[in-house]
Nanobody, 120 residues
Framework: QVQLVESGGGLVQAGGSLRLSCAASGSIFSINALGWYRQAPGKQRELVAVITSDGSTNFADSVKGRFTISRNNAKNTVYLQMNSLKPEDTAVYYC??????????????WGQGTQVTVSS
């Protein structure tokens, strides 16, 4: 079993910055991809950013130029640096990991979510 634990959420004023962390632990052979999703009230969960094992990244258009995703493979940890935050960034942010287990089966795991609130 794999567990993802997020941290770093909170309240920040518009224009400010916040750094989210997510650490994966458990039965892990390797992690193919780590990502961040978010879900605002009344809206669908959407992809924010993803980083693959080779370091390639993808971002939602709404956060390009403002957010940065990175990973520490030794710690099985992914980070989301959020700059120039806007009220529309307010959402619950979820960590996601595509994990290859020792049985060579790939499975998607989710964290519990961390609240990010951006005030005007």
């Amino acid at each position: 079993q794999v567990q993802l634990v997020e941290s770093g959420g909170g309240l920040v004023q518009a224009g400010g910055s916040l750094r989210l962390s997510c650490a994966a632990s458990g039965s892990i052979f390797s992690i193919n991809a780590l990502g961040w999703y978010r879900q605002a009230p009344g809206k669908q969960r959407e992809l924010v950013a993803v980083i693959t094992s080779d370091g390639s990244t993808n971002f939602a258009d709404s956060v390009k130029g403002r957010f940065t995703i990175s990973r520490n493979n030794a710690k099985n940890t992914v980070y989301l640096q959020m700059n120039s935050l806007k009220p529309e960034d307010t959402a619950v942010y979820y960590c996601n990991a595509e994990v290859l287990g020792w049985g060579l089966s790939s499975k998607l795991y989710w964290g519990q979510g961390t609240q990010v609130t951006v005030s005007s």
